[in-house]
């Protein structure tokens, strides 16, 4: 069992640049979520999927899309990047009220 | 106010101390309650997980959570050098996404 697994770990992108963040999970839970991690701001949460085929915007939704390819696959796409972007993400799923996290995904936005 | 608060730290302990750790929460609606630890550099782990008010003992690692107070804590008994993490609180109701306060620093001293 893998767990959470996220890619690239480390990705360096120039502003107006576009990537997408894979997250994957083997646990076949039905929720996952992603969120960035900045210094004195703790996790706050960009967009969760309760299920397969939902998605809801959370608290700093601006500037990313998500799709939630299938049961086990949660994306987060950066159509045009900006500095404030830069931060680490982190990918997680949930079953049973118990959330679990990936590794993360370290991006500069130069 | 925000709806969890966590005094940031950085808390530093000797080896052996019994470290406490707390966290604040504003609405009385929160259910579940978790403790997550984070090493520099890596992803939030599932440390504790309850559900109603009152201790639970896992180890060296005690959660208690005080409803009436909305008042979660979190004891480590004979800390190591090895529990040096960031520790963050977590809670929420139903099948809402997570709030979490935004972490205490902690370094235990050998």
């Known amino acids: 069992n893998a767990g959470v697994t996220q890619t690239p770990k480390f990705q360096v992108l120039k502003t107006g640049q576009s990537m997408t963040l894979q997250c994957a999970q083997d646990?076949?839970?039905?929720?996952m979520y992603w969120y960035r991690q900045d210094p004195g701001m703790g996790l706050r949460l960009i967009y969760y999927?309760?299920?397969?085929?939902?998605?809801d915007k959370g608290e700093v939704p601006n500037g990313y899309n998500v799709s939630r390819l299938n049961k086990r696959e949660f994306s987060l796409r950066l159509e045009s990047a900006a500095p404030s972007q830069t931060s680490v993400y982190f990918c997680?799923?949930?079953?049973?009220?118990?959330?679990?996290f990936g590794p993360g995904t370290r991006l500069t936005v130069l | 106010q925000k709806e969890v608060e966590q005094d940031p730290g950085p808390l530093s302990v000797p080896e052996g101390a019994i470290v406490s750790l707390n966290c604040t929460y504003s609405?009385?609606?929160?259910?579940?309650f978790m403790w997550y630890r984070q090493y520099s550099r890596k992803g939030p782990e599932l440390l504790m997980y309850?559900?109603?008010?009152g201790n639970k003992e896992d180890g060296r690692f005690t959660a208690q959570v005080d409803k009436s107070s909305k008042y979660i804590s979190l004891f480590i008994r004979d800390s190591q050098p090895s529990d040096s993490a960031t520790y963050l609180c977590?809670?929420?109701?139903?099948?809402?996404?997570?709030?979490f306060g935004k972490g205490t620093r902690l370094s235990v001293i050998a």
């Open positions: 977590a809670t929420r109701m139903g099948n809402t996404p997570l709030v």
């Open positions: 999927s309760a299920s397969e085929g939902t998605t």
């Open positions: 997680a799923s949930s079953a049973l009220g118990q959330q679990f």
């Open positions: 609405n009385s609606a929160f259910q579940y």
């Open positions: 309850t559900y109603s008010s």
């Open positions: 646990m076949n839970h039905n929720s």
